[in-house]
């Protein structure tokens, strides 16, 4: 019973503190990015280790990288789709309030119009240039009209007996985030579009190298390891893969190292994007309440979300290629 008992605290830790991992602390899970050595070191390994006679096609930064990525998707998936419990009640509070409280409006209006229609053509003049409340009142008891509007008026709630919308709540409905929006969104987008043009480049400049330069280096290789073995062949084997490890290394100093500049963009937009993404979820918050909604599930908030193709990108630091976890 007792280890039941501890097991089921243990999970319920586990479930809070998932819970209260925020946007930015799974952001913050994801490792840094690694060097373009470490880069280029492992797409030559995997690519060229039977050429180069690599002792293992393994780069030790890349596999830390990779696992520690891992474990932050891993537990930034347990934050977001736990299953939330969400309470309406004090939402559905709040709408009937509203509906009361303009109901009350209306019929204050309504009222008060009557009012209004029985005034002289002049007084309806006096009270319509009052410029406020306070004013409109005194110009009524001036007129001797005070009682008659007293006893129309009376047990009816006016809008300065409750204003209705918290100005918390005029200020997120009535706010326009359509270019704050449009400022952060542009910033990931154009980042992501120059992080692939780079992709793109790479690859065309990779094929191209591969086929004049890669390829018959690493023929070279064969040929002078034949020589070596049989006697057939010409050239030296240890002179070959130098000449092509040589080719290699020139070649990822020139693409590794911008295409990583160009992924460390990406992110910065999107880390940056979070400021606008949680007033997005604040507006969302406010418009979900004024129609009777709880608060928004994690799977729900723009920053979540944004938290989620954050770590989904940080994924792509192989110039496009894809890692292959070690063999267990």
Same mark, same amino acid.
Not at 113 to 139: G, H
Not at 212 to 231: R, S, Y
């Given at each position: 019973m007792k280890?039941?008992?501890?097991?089921?605290?243990?999970? @319920?830790?586990?479930?809070?503190?998932? @819970?209260?991992?925020?946007?930015?602390?799974?952001?913050?899970?994801?490792?840094?990015?690694?060097?373009?050595?470490?880069?280029?070191?492992?797409?030559? &390994?995997?690519?060229?280790?039977?050429?180069?006679?690599?002792?293992s096609d393994r780069n030790a930064a890349i596999d830390g990288y990779y696992k520690t990525l891992q474990k932050a998707r891993e537990d930034a998936h347990k934050a977001v789709n736990q299953p939330v419990n969400v309470d309406n009640t004090a939402a559905q509070k709040r709408v009937a309030q509203l509906k009361k409280q303009e109901t009350s409006r209306q019929n204050a209006g @309504?009222?008060?119009?009557?009012?209004?229609?029985?005034?002289?053509?002049?007084?309806?003049?006096?009270?319509?240039?009052?410029?406020?409340?306070?004013?409109?009142? &005194?110009?009524?008891?001036?007129m001797g009209k005070w009682e008659e509007f007293s006893a129309l008026m009376s047990g009816t709630e006016t809008p300065s007996d409750n204003a209705g919308l918290t100005k918390e709540e005029q200020k997120w409905l009535t706010m326009d985030l359509s270019g704050e929006k449009s400022r952060a969104y542009g910033k990931i987008a154009d980042a992501i579009a120059a992080k692939n043009k780079i992709k793109m480049e790479y690859r065309e400049a990779y094929e191209k190298a591969r086929e004049?330069?890669?390829?018959?280096?690493?023929?070279?290789?064969?040929?002078?390891?034949?020589?070596?073995?049989?006697?057939?062949g010409s050239g030296n084997s240890a002179v070959s893969k130098a000449n092509l490890k040589r080719e290699l290394d020139a070649f990822y100093a020139k693409w590794a190292p911008q295409y990583l500049?160009?992924?460390? @963009?990406?992110?910065?937009?999107?880390?940056?994007?979070?400021?606008?993404?949680?007033?997005v979820d604040k507006q969302a918050e406010i418009n979900n &309440?004024?129609?009777?909604?709880?608060?928004?599930?994690?799977?729900? &908030?723009?920053?979540?979300?944004?938290?989620?193709?954050?770590?989904?990108?940080?994924y792509d630091i192989l110039l496009g290629e894809n890692w292959k976890a070690p063999e267990e």
């Open positions: 280890k039941v008992l501890f097991l089921a605290a243990i999970f @319920a830790a586990t479930l809070s503190a998932h @819970a209260q991992k925020t946007p930015e602390a799974i952001m913050d899970a994801c490792p840094g990015t690694p060097s373009w050595e470490s880069v280029a070191d492992y797409l030559i &390994r995997q690519n060229f280790s039977m050429y180069l006679d690599f002792e @309504a009222k008060f119009q009557s009012f209004f229609s029985s005034l002289t053509p002049e007084q309806q003049r006096t009270l319509a240039n009052c410029k406020s409340e306070e004013e409109s009142m &005194r110009a009524i008891q001036k004049k330069t890669f390829n018959p280096l690493a023929a070279d290789i064969i040929d002078a390891l034949e020589g070596e073995l049989f006697g057939k500049r160009a992924h460390t @963009a990406v992110l910065d937009a999107m880390r940056a994007a979070l400021v606008v993404d949680e007033k &309440r004024m129609a009777g909604m709880g608060p928004l599930p994690p799977l729900g &908030r723009a920053t979540y979300s944004r938290a989620i193709d954050f770590v989904q990108e940080a």
